[in-house]
């Protein structure tokens, strides 16, 4: 069964434009970079790339950059935008890596797309170096266990807003349509990501729930702050890493 993906490719294409979404420019980009610039990075895997603008921003920083995702569409859509640049039509939880060789693994809000969330994060603890950082960009659970095509809020009786969740222990799939879109996304709660980064012997180096930046548009970024939408983690691959005994 398709998970929308590649019927939705020029649809989410159209709705990223040059310079991606309000959450992305606006909440995101800006701590991701952050954290990229804090190390002399030589070779990246940007994991669930889309149509290739983080794997552009990397490499703009000086960064080889590979970029892999299953949808063959925004793969011939990034390759177009950067001829020069290394993309790949390959899946998280198989990847054409060996071990070791890499010193940065960026997973940007492609976790909740993910079916083997244990899998792609073995594969990505797998590719990096000792001493290498795996950068994670994800939807925060309360976001996640809401009812995304609301975007989490209802309005109550008395007129108030509030951001409403269920079943947020529970792992579990769902349907999100806008602007032309139709895609499945995941959900996990925390502690389930954590554990599996945790069984490969990882490190958590950083962990942010970054506020929106309110020069892109204030009233937008408020609702953005008004509960953590994103969090950033940073996990390093330690010398010896303990998962492999």
Known sequence: ????????????IASQGDEGDFGRRWVMDAPMLE???RRPFRRALDVGCGEGRFCRMLRAHGILAV???PTEGLIAHARTLDPEGDYRVEAAEALGFQD?????????????DIPDAAAAIREMARVLAPGGILLIANLAGYNSAADAN???????????????MDHYLEEKVGWIAWKGIRIQNWHRP????????????????HFAEPRADPGG?????????RAPWFMLMEWEKPAFN???G
């Open 150 to 164: 609301e975007l989490g809020w209802t309005t109550l009786p008395d007129g108030r807003r509030a951001h409403a």
């Open 67 to 69: 970029g892999i995702d």
């Open 100 to 112: 070791g060789t890499l010193d940065l693994v960026v997973s940007y809000l492609s976790l909740i």
């Open 190 to 205: 925390l502690s389930t990501y954590m554990t599996l980064l945790l069984n490969q012997g990882l490190r958590l180096t």
């Open 35 to 37: 954290r990229v610039r």
């Open 217 to 225: 548009d204030p009233v937008r970024a408020a609702h953005y702050d």
């Open 1 to 12: 069964m398709s998970d929308g993906w590649q019927e939705s490719a020029q649809a989410w």
């Open 242 to 244: 303990p998962a492999s």
